[in-house]
Structures are given as C-alpha cells and as structure tokens.
C-alpha cells in the first residue's frame, strides 16, 4: 500500500445483520482449504532478509518474481506469454516486463557558474560597485541538480527572488505576487511559511517541489534555484541526487537545481546592490504574511493579475538582486532496471464463459532498504514488508492453489497477477491495464489483496463496494458462508473452540461436523463506496471495472523494518481468503457479469482530495509525457459537459501549460467554482479547445 496516498475515507459501516441463519446454498459451499501453513510459508520467504526488502528494480524483487512464477507453474497456471519450448515451462513466460527507471546520475555536462552583472542591471540606487568575480560552483558541493530536472543549457540568467516560491490560491498565499520572473531565473528557499518538515500545515502539497517548479514554469521562469536548507550541504535531503516516485510522470520542464547556503550567500554577498545580508532575505521568506488578497484571483485566461500586486516587502529585494545572475547546464541521467508483473492464467471451464476474466492482484514490491516511502527512523534496514504485501501475494497465491486444484468448477479464466511498482505509484498495474494479457473489456471484476496480515477482532476494510451493483449481496454471502464453514482450522479443533462458548457444533449432510460460528466469527466488516484507493486496484477502476480491495488497516509497524513474518495474523488470514474465495465463486457462479457501477466519489476520490474544485476528470498518473492523459470523465461531470472524453490528453487548464500530473494538479488547485476556463486538449493528434466550469467540491 502506498504510503502518501492514505486519504481519509467515506466509511460506511455494514450494519451488523442478525446472526445468520443456516442457508440451504451457502450450506453447500464448501468449506475452504486454504492453509494457514502455505500461507506462512510463502510470506516468511518473501519477507525473509534474503530478498533484501523486494524494492522493484532490484535482485530482491527479481527473486520474489520467479519464486511466484514457480508457485504459478506448480499449479498448472499457464503464462500470459507463449513458451517457447512446449511442455516446457518457462519461467519469463509468467513475467510482464515493464519500463522502470530505478536510478539517476549526475551526467558530464553539469555546470553553474555564478556570473554577477557588472553594468548595474537598470539598479539606479546603485550605492556600492559589486565585485566582478564570477564563480564556478561545483555540481555535487555547491550544488545539485533534481532528479525530475529538465536537462538544459541556460546562459547569464538574472534571478528574480520568490520567498518560498509558493502560488497557493486557496491560501491566499502567492510568492510571485509584484515581481517579474519571466525570462529569468527564479530563487527561492526551500520549506514553506508555517514551518519545516510538516506535510500536514496548511501548506500541504505546496511544500513539493513538484509544484514549486510548476509555479515558477508557469510564471515564465526558465528555471528555478531552490536555496538548500540544512547549513552543511551533505546534509542536505536535496543534496542527494535520487529517484523519487515523481520521475515516472517526466521532468519539470525547466531546470530545477538546489544549492548550498553558502553559494547563496556568497553570491548575494558579491553582488547584491546594496548590500542584502543572507539572514535577512531568509527572514524576508518566513515572516512576509501572504500577499494581498486583490492578486490572488486569476482571470479565466490565468496569470495577469499578478501584475497589479501591491509591493510585498519580499517585492523589495528586487533591485538589490538585479546584479545576480547564473548560467546553468543540466545533465541527469536516467537508468532502467528491470521490473515485472507475474502473471498465471487459469483457464475457465465454460465454453462461452471462460472468455470472461476475473483478475486476482496483489502486489509483491515492497520499500528495500528504505528512502521514498519509508517511516523509518534510519536508513538503510531490511524494510520486510510481511503484511505490505508478502501477505497480499501469500494469498493470492493461496487462491491460485485451491482454485487450480478445483478447475473445472471455475466457468470463467482467473488472471492472477504479482504486481510490481506499487509503492513507486502502481507502475505495474498501470501498465498491465494498459498491456492486458487478455482483454480489459472481457475483464469483469478485479479482486486486490494488499495489507491482509494484521487482522484484529475479525476486522477486514473493503473497499471498492460501490464499483458494482452485486458487491455488497455477494459480501453479505460470503460472510454468512464465513459463520457456518468457518472451524478453527490452524488453532484449536471446533469441540475446544465449543467448550469456550464460540460455536454451536452442528452435524452436516454429510455426516461430518461443521462448527457454527458465533456472532463473533462473522467478520466485522468496514465496506467502502469509491473505486480508487492507495493500491492496484484503483488502475482497474480508472478503466471502468468492479473492484474490490481488501485491507486489515494500518499499523505500528507500517513502512518500517519491524514489518517483519512473526506479526502476520496467520489464521486471520487464512479466513480472509477463504472470504474472497467465496466471493471469487458468487461473481463466477452469476450468469451475468458484475454490473459495473460508478461510485460515489467521495474524499478518496483519486488523489484530488483536499481541491475545492470537482471537474470529473479521471486521469491517468502514471503515463504523462506531453500532457495529462485522461483515463475517463465522469458522467454529467463539468469535464462531461465540457466535452472532454477518455483519451483525451490536457495540454493547457485555465491558462496553463499541462506536461505532467503536477502542472495538472498545481492548475487545479488554482480554479474557482462557477468560473469559465479554457481547457484545451489533444484529441487524435488534434488540438481541441473547450469552455470548462468546475463545481464546488462537497
Ligand atoms: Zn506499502
């Protein structure tokens, strides 16, 4: 499960029905045989140390791929690819490779130079003649390109001073208000004004540089210089050139560079005019209110009310800095590593109905040693991740086991898949959605297990329950089923469980005992309306498929290294299975494919929780390159009204230019309700231009 993701969630409580009573149809189902020794067995070698934290690109994640791909050909699951060698199973024929860029590295060309303005630069209050020295600064100690920077060569640049570099319309917050960057290049500190290291301030997302450089981008900056935080520049986050899960949605656009105190403060010491003290810029940064209110709205054409902003006192370091200016040169390179989904397909049994598919998922990838997506306090342990997801993939291995072993009792094919690039923002079930092993249009539901180790007190979440008409009956089922097969299989036989006064023993058709659960043994569950969450699944609803998703919730030991095998809630587990199992056989047993429903959208409506704007817009996170591709607009959405459609690509919102996903929310983030923008999007290769209202967000 991803970790920046967690939203706060619509909960809607299955009410707690009568305990139920013995059902001639669930009475007949089988009682499950998952094993609670497999499923250990399975997460104890994927959590193990020898995997080394399965982060995707890495040997780790390699080995946990072909330890699946053998558990699939062990079953008699076939690949999505044909093997080569009939009879023989090939393990890359279960393997969905996928593009992954696992590192980044300086490349030859990087170079800065410090080349300060000797003419004055239109400073009429000139009271000292700065030192002409210009200043080469080294890439790696005075300096650092990011990894999402643009590769770009920029000759004597002028910086415009920008505070924080902040442009926060809803906060009434905007750094760029009174000062003019176009054509320049735009230096900011890092952090935002209510503090460091608080993603949750009111600053939220503004704090991401992501969206910092959209905003210098979109003010007509040609690049951005990000004044380092920490005193010492090694010790610097920024300092460290690495990948962060942003990379995968494409450089910023310009130039996005960090440099150490020191070199700022050497080049304003050398030619500030007059003289401005390195202290009292930053205090400038911190302690400026936001701007006036009157330069926060921005016209339905964007951007040129800016213009009329009163002078900020941050406005008033404008001449001083005139003198300041820097030539850049860029130059990251991106490094692939392998990465693949595991895909076993299991044929269905009926004629016409095999050609429907029920996709099982979870994913394998987990965090490594740490860094992005890590709680750790260190770096550098074995992150485990037995419940997120070696407990997922135990399962659903589990499910290809017992439904292999039962074949020819599954009418349509089961998909199961190991996803990987989860956490680095669900790359790999983005691609499969993308790259179907078979048609997303015959696949009817999409079943995703991801955190299922913790169960406490019986309490599973699932989620997705709105996405079709028939989940909530099916749930009901299985959970009733749950009451009357369930025995305490792994523990203690059901005649002990009795003595403690948890089941009633009943003798069944058969002659065999069934233990009946108690209330107690029904799962207490937390069903969810919306289709989109922090995992795999949300890639399939994005494509308009019934999804559900099943969690034990979150923990302690979420993200750390302490997310280790011995804390996995085995028998819980294996109940769980055994609960989408029978959910699995309601969806395959009905005639009639799961009706797919659109969700209420609620606060976990995608990623755009927390915008006072809804425009409907479904869009595809993973695949940006030029634009912001849309995956699907709701129904009678503003964006539906508009005239926008799946597939469509946004290349300018409401006067700005669209690349990536944070150009796209950064716009977002600056519309009003009820107020006429200009959305202009790429169709076909052809470029199409329409009028977009956006709605108040409830
Ligand atoms: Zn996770």
Same mark, same amino acid.
């Given at each position: 499960?991803?970790?920046?993701? /967690?939203?706060?969630?619509?909960?809607?409580? $299955?009410?707690?029905?009568?305990?139920?009573?013995?059902?001639?149809?669930?009475?007949? +189902?089988?009682?499950?045989? &998952?094993?609670?020794?497999?499923?250990?067995? =399975?997460?104890?070698?994927?959590?193990?140390?020898?995997?080394?934290? +399965?982060?995707?690109?890495?040997?780790?994640?390699?080995?946990?791929?072909?330890?699946?791909?053998?558990?699939?050909?062990?079953?008699?699951?076939?690949?999505?690819?044909?093997?080569?060698?009939?009879?023989?199973?090939?393990?890359?024929?279960?393997?969905?490779?996928?593009?992954?860029?696992?590192?980044?590295?300086?490349?030859?060309?990087?170079?800065m130079t410090f080349t300060p303005r000797t003419d004055g630069g239109g400073t009429a209050t000139a009271a000292r003649t700065p030192a002409?020295?210009?200043l080469?600064l080294?890439?790696?100690?005075d300096w650092m390109p990011l990894?999402?920077s643009?590769?770009?060569?920029l000759?004597s640049t002028p910086v415009t001073y920008v505070g924080y570099g902040i442009t926060a319309a809803e906060l009434k917050h905007d750094d760029y208000a009174g000062v003019d960057v176009k054509g320049r290049i735009a230096l900011a500190f890092a952090g935002t004004p209510d503090g460091d290291n608080n993603p949750?301030g009111s600053f939220g997302r503004f704090a991401d540089l992501r969206f910092k450089a959209a905003a210098a981008r979109d003010h007509g900056a040609r690049a951005l210089i990000i004044i380092a935080r920490e005193e010492?520049f090694?010790?610097d986050r920024l300092a +460290?050139?690495?990948?962060?899960?942003?990379?995968?949605?494409?450089?910023a656009g310009i130039p996005v560079v960090v440099i150490s105190r020191q070199a700022a403060r050497r080049a304003l010491e050398a030619a500030a005019t007059p003289l401005v003290r390195f202290e009292e810029l930053e205090k400038a940064s911190a302690a400026t209110p936001p701007s006036s209110p009157g330069a926060q709205t921005p016209g339905?054409?964007g951007g040129a009310a800016h213009e009329a902003a009163a002078t900020t006192p941050r406005a008033n370091f404008s001449a001083p800095l005139n003198n300041i200016a820097f030539a850049v040169?860029?130059?990251?390179?991106?490094?692939?590593?392998?990465?693949?989904?595991?895909?076993?397909?299991?044929? !269905?049994?009926?004629?016409?109905?095999?050609?429907?598919?029920? &996709?099982? %998922?979870? =994913? *394998?990838?987990?965090?490594?040693?740490?860094?992005?997506?890590?709680?750790?306090?260190?770096?550098?342990?074995?992150? =485990?991740?037995?419940?997120?997801?070696?407990?997922? @993939?135990? !399962?659903?291995?589990?499910?290809?086991?017992?439904?292999?072993?039962?074949?020819?009792?599954?009418?349509?094919?089961?998909?199961?898949?190991?996803?990987?690039?989860?956490?680095?923002?669900?790359?790999?079930?983005? *691609?499969?959605?993308?790259?179907?092993?078979?048609? $997303?249009?015959?696949?009817?539901?999409?079943?995703?297990?991801?955190?299922?180790?913790?169960?406490?007190?019986?309490?599973?979440?699932?989620?997705?329950?709105?996405?079709?008409?028939?989940?909530?009956?099916?749930?009901?089922?299985?959970?009733?089923?749950?009451?009357?097969?369930?025995?305490?299989?792994?523990?203690?036989?059901?005649?002990?469980?009795?003595?403690?006064?948890? *089941?009633?023993?009943?003798?069944?058709?058969?002659?065999?005992?069934?233990?009946?659960? !108690?209330? !107690?043994?029904?799962?207490? $569950?937390?069903?969810?309306?919306?289709?989109?969450?922090?995992?795999?699944?949300?890639?399939?609803?994005?494509?308009?498929?019934?999804?559900? /998703?099943?969690?034990?919730?979150? =923990?302690?030991?979420?993200?750390?290294?302490?997310?280790?095998?011995?804390?996995?809630?085995?028998?819980?587990?294996?109940?769980?299975?055994?609960?989408?199992?029978?959910?699995?056989?309601?969806? #395959?047993?009905?005639?009639?494919?799961?009706?797919?429903?659109?969700?209420?959208? #609620?606060?976990?409506?995608?990623?755009?929780?927390? /915008?006072? &704007?809804?425009?409907?817009?479904?869009?595809?996170?993973?695949?940006?390159? #030029?634009?912001?591709?849309?995956?699907?607009? +709701?129904?009678?959405?503003?964006?539906?009204?508009?005239?926008?459609?799946?597939?469509?690509?946004?290349?300018?919102?409401a006067g700005r230019d @669209?690349?990536?996903?944070y150009d796209?929310t950064y716009a977002?983030g600056e519309?009003k309700? %009820?107020?006429?923008?200009?959305?202009?999007?790429?169709?076909?290769?052809?470029?199409?231009?329409?009028?977009?209202?956006?709605?108040?967000?409830?």
């Amino acid at each position: 499960m991803r970790h920046k993701l /967690f939203q706060p969630l619509l909960v809607v409580m $299955l009410a707690a029905s009568a305990f139920a009573q013995q059902s001639g149809a669930a009475g007949q +189902r089988k009682s499950s045989d &998952v094993s609670v020794e497999r499923l250990r067995e =399975h997460v104890v070698y994927l959590a193990s140390d020898k995997l080394d934290g +399965r982060r995707t690109g890495t040997a780790g994640a390699t080995e946990a791929a072909e330890y699946i791909a053998k558990e699939f050909a062990r079953y008699g699951l076939r690949g999505s690819l044909s093997a080569s060698a009939r009879g023989k199973v090939q393990m890359n024929e279960y393997m969905q490779s996928f593009p992954y860029i696992s590192g980044v590295e300086l490349g030859k060309g990087n170079a800065m130079t410090f080349t300060p303005r000797t003419d004055g630069g239109g400073t009429a209050t000139a009271a000292r003649t700065p030192a002409a020295v210009s200043l080469d600064l080294r890439a790696g100690e005075d300096w650092m390109p990011l990894a999402w920077s643009a590769n770009a060569r920029l000759e004597s640049t002028p910086v415009t001073y920008v505070g924080y570099g902040i442009t926060a319309a809803e906060l009434k917050h905007d750094d760029y208000a009174g000062v003019d960057v176009k054509g320049r290049i735009a230096l900011a500190f890092a952090g935002t004004p209510d503090g460091d290291n608080n993603p949750h301030g009111s600053f939220g997302r503004f704090a991401d540089l992501r969206f910092k450089a959209a905003a210098a981008r979109d003010h007509g900056a040609r690049a951005l210089i990000i004044i380092a935080r920490e005193e010492n520049f090694k010790d610097d986050r920024l300092a +460290r050139l690495r990948v962060d899960e942003s990379i995968a949605s494409g450089d910023a656009g310009i130039p996005v560079v960090v440099i150490s105190r020191q070199a700022a403060r050497r080049a304003l010491e050398a030619a500030a005019t007059p003289l401005v003290r390195f202290e009292e810029l930053e205090k400038a940064s911190a302690a400026t209110p936001p701007s006036s209110p009157g330069a926060q709205t921005p016209g339905a054409g964007g951007g040129a009310a800016h213009e009329a902003a009163a002078t900020t006192p941050r406005a008033n370091f404008s001449a001083p800095l005139n003198n300041i200016a820097f030539a850049v040169n860029t130059e990251i390179v991106r490094r692939e590593a392998p990465a693949a989904n595991v895909v076993g397909i299991l044929e !269905g049994s009926d004629p016409k109905l095999k050609g429907e598919v029920i &996709v099982i %998922g979870a =994913h *394998y990838d987990h965090l490594g040693r740490g860094g992005q997506g890590s709680l750790a306090s260190r770096e550098g342990e074995i992150h =485990h991740g037995a419940d997120d997801n070696a407990s997922g @993939v135990a !399962g659903l291995l589990e499910l290809a086991r017992t439904f292999a072993k039962d074949r020819k009792s599954v009418r349509r094919t089961l998909v199961l898949i190991a996803f990987s690039g989860e956490e680095e923002g669900l790359l790999g079930s983005s *691609y499969y959605v993308r790259n179907p092993a078979l048609p $997303l249009a015959q696949t009817v539901a999409m079943i995703n297990l991801d955190m299922i180790g913790r169960m406490k007190e019986n309490k599973l979440m699932v989620g997705g329950v709105g996405t079709s008409t028939e989940w909530k009956k099916w749930i009901e089922h299985a959970n009733d089923s749950l009451s009357l097969n369930v025995t305490a299989r792994g523990t203690t036989s059901p005649e002990e469980e009795m003595e403690r006064g948890k *089941y009633t023993l009943v003798t069944g058709a058969n002659g065999g005992s069934i233990a009946t659960a !108690g209330r !107690g043994e029904r799962l207490a $569950l937390t069903l969810t309306e919306d289709g989109f969450g922090p995992s795999d699944h949300a890639s399939f609803y994005a494509k308009q498929t019934p999804v559900l /998703f099943f969690w034990t919730g979150t =923990h302690e030991d979420y993200h750390k290294p302490t997310d280790t095998a011995d804390r996995i809630n085995y028998e819980g587990e294996q109940k769980i299975i055994s609960f989408v199992a029978d959910i699995v056989r309601s969806v #395959d047993a009905s005639d009639a494919r799961p009706t797919y429903m659109l969700a209420k959208s #609620d606060a976990a409506a995608g990623r755009s929780g927390g /915008f006072r &704007v809804y425009l409907g817009t479904i869009p595809n996170y993973a695949e940006t390159s #030029d634009g912001l591709k849309l995956d699907a607009v +709701r129904e009678d959405s503003p964006a539906a009204k508009a005239g926008l459609k799946a597939n469509d690509v946004i290349v300018r919102l409401a006067g700005r230019d @669209v690349r990536n996903v944070y150009d796209y929310t950064y716009a977002l983030g600056e519309m009003k309700a %009820g107020v006429e923008y200009d959305v202009e999007v790429v169709r076909a290769g052809e470029r199409l231009k329409f009028k977009l209202t956006p709605a108040a967000r409830k």
